[in-house]
């Protein structure tokens, strides 16, 4: 079992398993407080779509990259992994400013598709919700299995068990079980998803040094792969090193032998975004006193 990949992929399900499960949950409380559980039925029917619609994406990215020959199948997962970690990044920063509206603007979408007695409205608003949170997994978990290569079963199988457990989450927040932090939980995890965003930023620049991309900072900063090595490598030890080595190459893209450029990457990037992503958030308006005069 590669243990870093089944991780990472634990976290990448039930980070955004719990993103999509809090927004099904909002909706389903709301037609049960208003006396609609006839139309749970047709919230299932566009939260399934949307769930098929994420998979075959994800199924087809990840097929695609299987079947591309040097150089093309390392520029093509290079791009794969910068624009999964450029949508997780995007996707932590817009969930940060909107997670204290999401509620109103749903229950909004709702009243007016409720109003309207239409099924098809309902089932899109459903569909609208979860599709935006499974492409961004889909694509995400591409870019996982991809940097994982033969762990990539084990960073899928990882993101289901995170899927299950984020269901449990979301069925245990509409019963009412509000024992779980949700400030909390989405700080944590996202920092967690800032790191694994991280390595495959990293990993993406090491397949484009390798193809010849990237010209400068190519040089070898440090070689550990006689101590830790991230995968089985002539001369490097097996064992717990290479376990714990791959470990770290699946959640934060270490690698034994780095370049300088794939460094200087990783950092700057880790740097810049966890000091923007836990920066205290500004009210989104200020009211003014009014100004009083002497």
Do not use: C
């Amino acid at each position: 079992m590669d243990l870093g990949s089944f991780t990472s992929g634990l976290l990448t399900g039930l980070r955004e398993g719990v993103e999509a499960a809090l927004i099904i949950g909002i909706i389903l409380s709301y037609l049960a407080r208003t006396g609609r559980r006839d139309a749970f039925g047709r919230i299932w029917a566009g939260t399934a779509a949307a769930l098929a619609v994420s998979l075959a994406a994800g199924a087809v990215l990840f097929i695609t990259v299987g079947e591309l020959q040097a150089p093309y199948e390392q520029l093509f997962e290079a791009v794969t992994m910068v624009v999964a970690a450029s949508v997780v990044t995007w996707m932590l920063f817009w969930m940060r400013r909107q997670a204290g509206s999401v509620r109103d603007e749903l229950h909004a979408a709702l009243g007016r598709a409720a109003a309207d007695g239409s099924a098809t409205g309902l089932a899109l608003l459903a569909f609208v919700s979860v599709i935006r949170e499974g492409l961004e997994t889909s694509l995400f978990l591409v870019g996982q299995a991809t940097s994982a290569q033969s762990a990539a079963t084990w960073v899928l199988g990882g993101a289901v068990v995170g899927l299950v457990l984020a269901a449990a989450i979301g069925a245990g927040i509409y019963r009412g079980a509000r024992r779980v932090n949700l400030s909390v939980f989405f700080r944590w995890t996202g920092i967690a998803l800032v790191f694994i965003a991280a390595g495959l930023l990293a990993n993406a620049v090491h397949e484009l040094v390798e193809i010849g991309w990237i010209g400068v900072g190519t040089g070898v900063v440090v070689d550990l792969a006689g101590v830790l090595p991230h995968e089985a490598m002539a001369g490097s030890p097996d064992g717990l090193p290479l376990v714990i080595g791959g470990f770290l190459r699946a959640l934060v893209g270490y690698n034994a032998r780095p370049e300088l450029i794939m460094v200087v990457a990783w950092v700057a990037y880790t740097g810049s975004v966890l000091t923007a992503y836990l920066r205290p958030i500004a009210p989104r308006s200020a009211v003014k006193a009014p100004a009083t005069t002497s």
